[in-house]
């Protein structure tokens, strides 16, 4: 797809999302981490529920790690996979105390080998606490992007790469939101509403259906 017509349509997003931004309640680089590392297969707004219980005594890694697994687990259980998200949770938290000094670095390679930490959290933080330009790929961006035909590609990765290359930089972390919020109001999973989308005319869904089927 042309780059002016993803530009166009991204616009459009914008003027139809404006309140548009991260779902995810937190007041600090770490308290978004570990709320990134809950809502996998869970919804912000379980996520939500838990971390404002989580985090009245718990909202630092030196503080977290003072539970155990066990102790995380039975705090965090209503967010699913709970046992790993815990493991996962209390192994960051031990690393950024001892290799980070206490803070959530700020740069995709350390954060990545941090455990449990995929790019999509990364990007997530990177774009949300630090304010980098970051565009991280969940299933709604992910399923969006290839409808829309803005970035085509089987992984996560590969969209992520795509929307990169085929976003302006200034525009990847509003991107990210836009494309997560119409993902959720209208462009759903099993049924997308295309009689009310505001960019239906630009949509290689709608109008090159052959090149979704490839």
């Not at 616009?11 to 999302?17: A, M, P, Q």
């Not at 219980?53 to 890694?61: G, S």
């Amino acid at each position: 797809m042309n780059k002016q017509i993803v530009v166009t349509i991204l616009k459009i997003l914008g003027e139809t999302y404006p309140e548009a931004r991260c779902a995810l309640k937190f007041g600090s680089p770490y308290e978004l981490l570990v709320a990134t590392m809950l809502s996998a297969q869970c919804t912000d707004v379980r996520v939500n529920k838990v971390t404002n219980e989580l985090y009245r005594e718990f909202n630092t890694p030196e503080k977290m790690v003072s539970l155990t697994e066990e102790e995380l687990g039975k705090k965090i259980k209503s967010c699913g996979f709970f046992r790993n998200k815990s493991k996962h949770i209390l192994e960051t938290s031990r690393a950024i105390i001892e290799e980070h000094g206490g803070k959530v670095p700020d740069t995709m390679e350390e954060l990545i080998k941090l455990p449990g930490v995929g790019r999509k959290t990364a990007d997530v933080v990177l774009s949300n606490a630090f304010g980098i330009p970051a565009i991280a790929v969940d299933t709604h961006v992910f399923r969006v992007s290839n409808r829309l035909g803005i970035a085509r590609g089987n992984t996560p990765h590969k969209v992520e790469m795509e929307l990169m290359k085929n976003i302006p930089k200034n525009m990847w972390s509003d991107s990210h939101h836009y494309l997560i919020w119409h993902g959720r109001k209208i462009c759903k999973s099993r049924k997308p509403d295309c009689g009310h989308c505001p960019v239906a005319p630009y949509c290689e869904y709608l109008n090159c259906p052959e090149k979704n089927e490839k």
